[in-house]
């Protein structure tokens, strides 16, 4: 304990200040279990009080990536021992985390930005840690989704957050055509690379050209920048800058109209042009590709997915 009193004391906030006045928690020793940690998106300050007292009072901190993790706990004075966490050794580093767990460890898991499991590891452990009956304690605070869609000036009632959509062109589509085909009213969120954008907000222009779309880029950094428009309109704000970079929320308003047509899968698509416009199955993919910005193999490729032979 008098270990961790001195870790703490190296931490540059003020330990008791009006805005943090329950000297009693301060003093009390941190209960055991396991506690998801929300670190910052960007800007070192985002961080808790309480947040920085659990990173400071734990056992061990398994951390997404420790280099980066570092520069955080090194910034706040923090040297509480970690341990790697990640998505290729999160299900091999559960048992022996789970087995200190058991003995009464305090445990932090924080990620490389934001709140972990979001799009980030340490859902398996927490699924392990709630199975065995080991308190499993959320420490609230930065989330790229939420913090995007509070400035967004999209509706908050109703949302859906997708996290990353799939990398390959066909695959994404086919999710967005499946989305676009409810007519549910919603704010629909997801992260996006910066090398995708592109062509995600051409899917976005194809499927609801009306809709309200925002682009949240850089949240709370230096750069940070809300675009809005339809996503015709961000594709060429963004399209004509030399390159896009930084990290992004990509936000959208559905708003109940009928899907657009090309909303459709490809397999009802050809199957309608077949019957409509007498075309032959090649024939009537190849438009179907057309449609949708798809090379042909691509599109075949996806007809023989939504047809369930692969
Ligand atoms: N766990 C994190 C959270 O709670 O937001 C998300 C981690 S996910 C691996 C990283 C993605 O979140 C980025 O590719 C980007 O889409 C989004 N993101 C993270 N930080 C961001 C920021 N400062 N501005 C905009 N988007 C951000």
């Not at 301060?26 to 396991?34: D, F, K, Q, S, Y």
């Not at 007292?53 to 923090?78: M, N, P, V, Y």
């Not at 989330?143 to 869609?149: F, I, P, V």
């Not at 910066?194 to 850089?218: G, M, N």
């Amino acid at each position: 304990m008098a270990e961790k009193a001195i870790r703490m004391q190296a931490t540059t906030l003020p330990t008791h200040s009006p805005a943090n006045p329950s000297q009693e928690e301060e003093t009390r020793p941190l209960a055991p279990g396991l506690y998801l940690v929300s670190t910052p998106i960007g800007n070192l300050e985002d961080i808790t009080l309480r947040a920085l007292r659990i990173l400071a009072f734990a056992d061990r901190i398994a951390c997404e990536d420790t280099r980066q993790s570092h520069k955080l706990l090194h910034h706040h004075g923090i040297a509480t021992p970690t341990v790697s966490l990640h998505a290729h050794n999160e299900g091999d580093r559960t048992p022996e985390l789970l087995a200190e767990l058991a003995q009464g460890a305090r445990i932090a898991v924080i990620s490389d930005a934001g709140t972990p499991g979001i799009s980030d590891p340490g859902m398996h452990l927490t699924s392990a840690a709630i199975a065995a009956g080991i308190p499993v304690h959320p420490i609230p605070g930065p989330n790229a989704a939420l913090t995007a869609l509070v400035a967004s000036g999209l509706p908050v009632e109703r949302f859906a957050f997708h996290g990353f959509l799939p990398e390959k062109a066909g695959a994404r589509r086919t999710q967005l055509e499946y989305l676009a085909r409810s007519s549910d009213k919603a704010t629909l969120l997801f992260y996006e690379a910066p090398h995708r954008i592109l062509d995600t907000l051409s899917d976005l222009a194809t499927l609801w050209p009306q809709a309200r779309v925002v682009v949240a880029r850089e949240l709370t950094k230096l750069h940070e920048e809300f675009l809005r428009g339809t996503a015709a309109e961000l594709r060429q704000t963004l399209a004509a800058r030399e390159r896009v970079r930084g990290e992004i929320v990509l936000l959208l308003e559905t708003g109940g109209q009928p899907p657009e047509p090309q909303a459709q899968t490809i397999a009802a698509r050809v199957t309608e042009l077949m019957a409509s416009e007498s075309l032959n199955e090649k024939d009537a993919l190849k438009r179907a590709a057309r449609e949708r910005n798809l090379g042909k193999s691509e599109a075949y490729r996806e007809l023989q997915r939504e047809r369930g032979k692969r």
